[in-house]
C-alpha cells in the first residue's frame, strides 16, 4: 500500500490527465485522428521550445536524440566544441568523438557553469569549429548553463550550436529562436511529462544547411527523411511513431498550454528555492552554486560521515520515495531532488519530509521539521499556484 | 497543473490500481467473470468484517445502507435505543423516528464516547428496546465508540447492535463476530478506497431473526430477497449491480489482504498519531479527546480569530489540497483531516506543511516547521510501512 513519489530528474511523475490518455485505444498512426494528434503535438512542440523551426519526432530515448543531433552534423575530421559541466557533457564527448570529430573539450569542474567567454575564445583559435554542443540543464549536477549567452557567441560565428535541452526544456526557459540554438534536443520523460520513449528535436535554418551537407551515414536518425514526411501539412511519420505515447503527449501539451509557460517556469523556480532552502536548513550543502536558474534539480552533498547509496535506498524502500543518487565520478557523493515537470508543493513537502526521516535513522543529527518549514516558508510566498 | 489531494474522511484517495480496475471494460452482471468477482467481494469484504456472517451489497451511499438496517428491524412503535455522539448519531436518529420508532436517546456531548455503562441502564430500564444504533467511528469529530465493550453489554439481552462503521471499517479494528455486532454497516468509499457508491451490511444469525418478523414494506433494502439471491455458492445480485465499483472493490481488497489487517490497523494508528502530533504542535487544539484508537479523522478546533471557512477554502482553492469543515453544529468551529484508506506518511506531511502556509497566510503566528517535523519524527517510528 506504499504511495510512490518519483523525486527523480526523469522520468518524472505523470498527470492522471495524461495517464488516462496513455490508455486510450491506440490509434492506427495512418489514421486521419493519428494526423491531427501528430501535428497538435509538433504544434505543442514548438510552443514549449519557443521556435518557428522545424520540430521532430521520433521513437528514442533522449540519447538517441543526441546521437542524432551528431551524425547528422559532424562528418570524421570535423572540428567540434563541446563544453561539459557533468555526465551529460560527457556524453557529448563521447559520441562526437565514436563519429571521428576532432573535439575541442572545455571541461569544467562539476557542479560550476561553463563560462561563455572560453567558448568565444575557443571559437576565435579555431574558425574550421562547426558545431558548439553544450547542456542547457546539467542533469548530473543540476547546473543550468547560460544559453543566452552561448548562443549570442556562436550565431556570428559559422558555427551552430547543439543543446541538450533534455532535463530543462519546460521547466527552466529556452528561447530557441531568441538565444538562437540551432539544434534542440528534448525527451518526454523529463519536464515533458510523459514516460520516456520519445524525444524531439527543433532544427534551425543554419543548422539544416549544414545537415544537408553532411554525409554521414544515417537512416532511422536521419533529419532529412523526417523533414521531408513530417514538416507542412498533412505531416506524417516517416517509420511507425509510439502512438499511445504521441496520444499522452498531447494531453501534457495542453496541461502546459493550459498553465501557460512563464507559470510553468515560475512554478518551477519557486519549486527549486523552496527545496534549496529545506534541503540547507537541514544543514546540507548544495552540490555546486545556489543558482536560482537551477530548477530541475537540486544536487546535495552527502554529508560527512553518511552513505549517499543508503539515503536513496532507505526513502525508496521504506517511504517509497525515489531520490536520484550521483552520476558518474559523482556516484556516492551526492544525491539529487528531482523537481521538473508534474510537481508541486506537495512533493516538496514529502521529500524533505521523507529525507529528515531517513536521516535521522542513519544517525544525521536532524531538527525535525526545520526542512520542510523552511521549505513551507518559501513555497507559501510564491505569486503562482504550485 | 495543481495536485489534488483528498485528505477528506470520504470520499478518500482512490490506489492506481483500483483507478486501473475501475476503467477496465464493463462486465455484464451475469456473466460468469461477475459471478467470480461476487464471489471475491463477498469473501473479500468477511475478511474486513472480521465475520462468517452473510454480507450484502447494496448499489447504494452509506446513508442506504443505514436505512436499510432502520427498515429491515424497525416496525412502528418499536422500541430502540440510539448513542449519538455526533453528526451520524443524529442522522440514526432521524432515521429511528422517521419509521415510526419509539426512541431512547442517548446523546452525548460532540466530541466525547458513548458510555458503555449508560446503554447497559438504558437496557435495563427498557426490556423492550429490540435494536441499539451506535457508531463506530463518528466522522463528524473523529471519536471512536468502544463497541467491544457495547457489543458484551448488548449481547447479553435480546436486543441486536447496529453499528455504523462506515468510516470505521478497514481503518480501525472491529471484529463484527468476536464483539457481537449484529448489523454493520460500511460503505465503499472511505477505508475501503473506492470511489462511493457501493454500501454493505454484515447480518448475523441473531439480527436475521429480526429482519424476518419485521413487517415494514420494503422493496429495494429488503435484506431477505438479498439473502435469497446473494449468500451461498452461485451469489447474484437481484437488482443490476454498479459492476465497474465492484471490480474496483475487488483489487482494492487484494491489496487490503496484501497488507494484512493488523497492517492496515496498524498503518493508520500511526498516521491518526503523527496527524494529532502535528496538528498540536503547531499550537492547535484537538477537537475531543486525544485518543490513541480514533484513526480514521483528526478533528481540529478552529484557532481563535480565524474563519474555518476560510482555512479549508485556501488550502483548496490555493493549494489543491481537500480538508473537511466541521458538520452540522460544528460548523465553522471545526476542520477535519482524514486518514482512512489509501493514505502514507507523505498525506500527512502535505495536509500540514499546507496547513502551516495557510495558517501563516491567514495571520496566524505559525513556527515554520513545526507540524510537519513533529509528524515525521512520529511517522519515523512505525514499525509498519507507511
Known amino acids: ?34 494526423t491531427e494528434i501528430l501535428a497538435e503535438v509538433l504544434a505543442g512542440l514548438k510552443y514549449v521550445f519557443q521556435t518557428v523551426n522545424d520540430v521532430l519526432v521520433f521513437a528514442a530515448s533522449g540519447t538517441g536524440a543526441m546521437e542524432s543531433a551528431v551524425v547528422n552534423v559532424v562528418n570524421p575530421g570535423d ?34 557553469k561553463a563560462d561563455p567567454a572560453d567558448i568565444e575564445k575557443a571559437l576565435a583559435a579555431d574558425p574550421a569549429i562547426k558545431a558548439v554542443f553544450v547542456q542547457s540543464s546539467e542533469t548530473s549536477t543540476g547546473t543550468v548553463n547560460d544559453i543566452r549567452a552561448i548562443g549570442a557567441i556562436v550565431a ?34 523529463k519536464a515533458l511529462m510523459v514516460p520516456p520513449g520519445l524525444a524531439y528535436v527543433a532544427v534551425s535554418e ?32 516517416p517509420y511507425t511513431p509510439a502512438v499511445s505515447l504521441m496520444v499522452a503527449q498531447n494531453a501534457a501539451i ?13 512554478r518551477h523556480r519557486w519549486l527549486g528555492r523552496a527545496c534549496k532552502a529545506g534541503v540547507q536548513a537541514l544543514g546540507i550543502e548544495l552540490f555546486g552554486p545556489d543558482d536560482p536558474d537551477a530548477n530541475s534539480v537540486t544536487a546535495c552533498k552527502v554529508p560527512a560521515g553518511l552513505d549517499g547509496g543508503r539515503i536513496t ?13 550521483g552520476q558518474g565520478r559523482l556516484k556516492g557523493q551526492v544525491f539529487r531532488f528531482g523537481h521538473c515537470g508534474y510537481f508541486g508543493a506537495s512533493d516538496i513537502l514529502v521529500g524533505l519530509g521523507v ?32
Chains 1, 2 share one sequence.
Open 355 to 386: 529525507l529528515e526521516m531517513v536521516l535521522a535513522e542513519l544517525g544525521y543529527d536532524v531538527e525535525w521539521g526545520a526542512g520542510t518549514g523552511a521549505a513551507a516558508q518559501v513555497l507559501a510566498q510564491s505569486p503562482v499556484q504550485l
Open 254 to 266: 495542453e496541461l502546459i498550454r493550459q498553465e501557460g509557460l512563464e507559470n510553468v517556469f515560475e
Open 79 to 112: 572540428h567540434v566544441l563541446v563544453a561539459s559541466v557533468g555526465n551529460f557533457g560527457e556524453r557529448w564527448l563521447k559520441l562526437t568523438r565514436t563519429w571521428g570529430a576532432e573535439v575541442t573539450a572545455l571541461e569544467y569542474e562539476w557542479g560550476t
Open 156 to 189: 556570428r560565428t559559422p558555427a551552430i550550436l547543439v543543446v541538450d535541452a533534455v532535463s530543462g526544456l519546460g521547466a527552466t526557459d529556452l528561447k530557441t529562436d531568441a538565444w538562437h540554438v540551432d539544434i534542440g534536443v528534448a525527451g518526454s520523460q
Open 1 to 34: 500500500m506504499l504511495k510512490r513519489f518519483l523525486l527523480t530528474p526523469g522520468p518524472t511523475p505523470v498527470p492522471p490527465e495524461v495517464l488516462a490518455a496513455l490508455g486510450e485505444p491506440v490509434v492506427h498512426h495512418r489514421a486521419p485522428r493519428f
Open 313 to 325: 535506498k532507505l526513502a525508496r524502500d521504506k517511504y517509497g520515495v525515489w531520490l536520484a543518487g
Open 206 to 237: 543554419k543548422a539544416w544547411q549544414v545537415v544537408e551537407a553532411c554525409t554521414t551515414p544515417r537512416f532511422y536518425f536521419d533529419y532529412r527523411t523526417y523533414r521531408a514526411k513530417m514538416t507542412g501539412d498533412g505531416a506524417q511519420t
